[in-house]
C-alpha cells in the first residue's frame, strides 16, 4: 500500500472539487495546506464579493462548507473507504464582513473522534461527524464559523 | 408616493442582485414571486450541482440566504428606509438530496414581527430580525431548511 501524502491527496481533491462542482469553479477555490487533521481552502474575493463589496455570505459558507466535506472525504480515502458525504445541519455564524481574500479552515468539532466514526461505519455502513470551520478575520478572532454534520455512507453498500 | 407594487419591486432587487454578486449570477437566480409577505427565489440544477450530480450545499444556503435576506430588504425597501442589510447567524438542515431545478421560498420567523423591527429601527438605527426559508422537495416535505437572523443598519446614520 502506498505511503499516504496529505498535500498530494488534497491536491487531487481540491482538483476533483474544481471539476465537478461548478459553482467551487466561479469561486476560484485553492488548497491552503492540510496536514492530514486540518484542511484550509481560499478564495480570491472577486469573484465572491456581494452587493457591499465585501464577501458574499453564500461563498463563506460554501467555502467552509467544502472544507469541512473535505476533512471527511480526505479522512476516508485515507483509510480507502469509498463514500458519498453529505453535509447535515449546520450552524454558521457571520461575525465580520470580510474584505479581502479569504481561507477556511476545517477540523473535527470538541468531542468528535475518527475511532467511533470509522467503527460506526464498519458495523452500519454509514456515519455521522461533527466538524467545525473558521474564517480567519483580523486581530486572530474568526470573521464566520461554521459547525456541521457530516453523513458518510458507504457507496458499495448503498448499491446492494 | 408612488404606490408600491411588490412584483416589481422584487423583480428590480433580483436584478440587483444578479448584477453585483457574480456567485448570483452564475447561480442563475431568478424571481419566483413576491406577495409582500414571502418571497421566492428559483435556480437552475445544472450551474448548481455537486460531485454527486444533486444540488451543492453551497447553493442551496445562498440561494436561502439570498430569499431571506430579500424579503427583509424589500420591506425595507417598501417603507423608503436606505439599510445595509447583513446576515447573522443561520441554522441550515439539510434534508433531503435535490435533484431537479430548486426554488427556495422565505418569509418571517415564527414570533418576528416587522412592527418591532422597523420601531427598533427608528429608535437605534438598527434592528435585527429572524427570518425562515425553505426549498421546497418532494411530497410537501422541505428538502432544506435555514432559519436566519438579519440586522439592517441605515445608511446615513452609519456615515454620520
Not at 480570491?44 to 469541512?68: H, I, R, Y
Not at 453529505?86 to 464582513?97: K, M, N, Q
Not at 475518527?114 to 461527524?129: E, G, H, P, V
Not at 483580523?138 to 470573521?143: C, D, I, L, V, Y
Request: aromatic share 8%; charged share 20%.
Amino acid at each position: 500500500m502506498q505511503k499516504f501524502d496529505p498535500h498530494a491527496s488534497a491536491q487531487a481533491l481540491v482538483n476533483f472539487i474544481q471539476a465537478s462542482i461548478p459553482l467551487a469553479h466561479t469561486m476560484g477555490i485553492e488548497l491552503g495546506r492540510y496536514d492530514g487533521d486540518s484542511l484550509v481552502l481560499g478564495c480570491p474575493l472577486a469573484p465572491n464579493v456581494n452587493d457591499k463589496g465585501c464577501a458574499f455570505g453564500g461563498s463563506l459558507t460554501s467555502l467552509m462548507t467544502l472544507a469541512g466535506w473535505g476533512v471527511v472525504e480526505l479522512a476516508l480515502r485515507q483509510r480507502g473507504e469509498d463514500c458519498d458525504v453529505y453535509v447535515g445541519e449546520s450552524t454558521v455564524r457571520y461575525l465580520e464582513p470580510v474584505w479581502s481574500d479569504f481561507q477556511a479552515e476545517a477540523r473535527l468539532a470538541e468531542g468528535a473522534d475518527w475511532a467511533t466514526f470509522f467503527s460506526t461505519l464498519s458495523a452500519r455502513n454509514r456515519a455521522r461527524i461533527a466538524v467545525r470551520c473558521q474564517v480567519p478575520g483580523e486581530n486572530g478572532k474568526p470573521a464566520a464559523t461554521l459547525e456541521a454534520q457530516f453523513v458518510a455512507k458507504r457507496r458499495v453498500a448503498a448499491a446492494e
